[in-house]
């Protein structure tokens, strides 16, 4: 048995992401960690590659990150048990034209069986991005995200401006969000979004269920 499977009170978040060269995958850790330090059990998972290889061999980074991903060290790819264990969820996503990714919305769309059932219904979801431009779509690709939650009857939870490092320097508060230019790597103040981000999913479930102050 694993942390994150133990049979305690304390809040389940799981964090769903797909990533093609890294960069969403950092903030998923990022957002997970910072869930812990709110007293979460957390999971993160990848949704599966679906792209052609063609597609990712003419990409260094991307082949490079898919290998890596695949491998023993890489995250497993979400199931959805995973949804229905965790109390909060949060998904990521680089934009693609204004919204996500194919590959996490494939998976989106097999969650109708959960969604019929209603065991998706009243948990805490957000979401985060990553674009490679900064008018790139990043506030369109959370909102996106964002209205598979109203349709599975979930609480919608967003970053918000309330604390003070996402008011003065990361300025998103839709979701924790990066603007790779030239390909460049996640930087502190998108990681500490994050973080906070996953902070605030950890306390927000707590409290739903009594369980933390």
Not at 6 to 34: F, I, K, M, N
Not at 141 to 168: C, K
Not at 172 to 183: C, D, I, L, Q
Request: proline fraction near 5%.
């Amino acid at each position: 048995m694993t942390p994150e499977d133990e049979p305690d009170a304390a809040p389940r978040v799981c964090v769903v992401y797909y990533s093609a060269t890294g960069t969403v995958a950092a903030l998923a850790h990022a957002l997970a960690d910072g869930a812990r330090t709110s007293g979460a059990h957390a999971r993160v998972r990848r949704v599966a590659e679906t792209a052609p290889a063609s597609a990712v061999d003419a990409n260094v980074r991307w082949r490079e990150f898919a290998d890596t991903s695949a491998g023993p060290e890489g995250d497993r790819v979400v199931e959805l048990d995973d949804l229905t264990w965790a109390d909060g969820l949060a998904f990521g996503s680089p934009t693609r034209f204004g919204g996500p990714a194919s590959q996490l919305k494939a998976f989106l769309d097999t969650t109708g069986s959960l969604w019929f059932r209603g065991e998706l219904a009243d948990k805490v979801c957000t979401s985060f991005t990553a674009a490679s431009t900064l008018h790139g779509g990043l506030e369109s690709t959370v909102l996106a995200i964002n209205n598979h939650f109203y349709h599975w009857g979930s609480l919608v939870m967003p970053l918000g401006y309330q604390e003070p490092h996402v008011a003065r320097q990361s300025g998103n508060p839709y979701g924790a969000s990066f603007v790779s230019r030239s390909s460049a790597p996640v930087d502190e103040v998108a990681l500490e979004a994050a973080r906070l981000q996953g902070a605030r999913l950890a306390r927000i479930v707590g409290q739903l269920r009594g369980t933390s102050g």
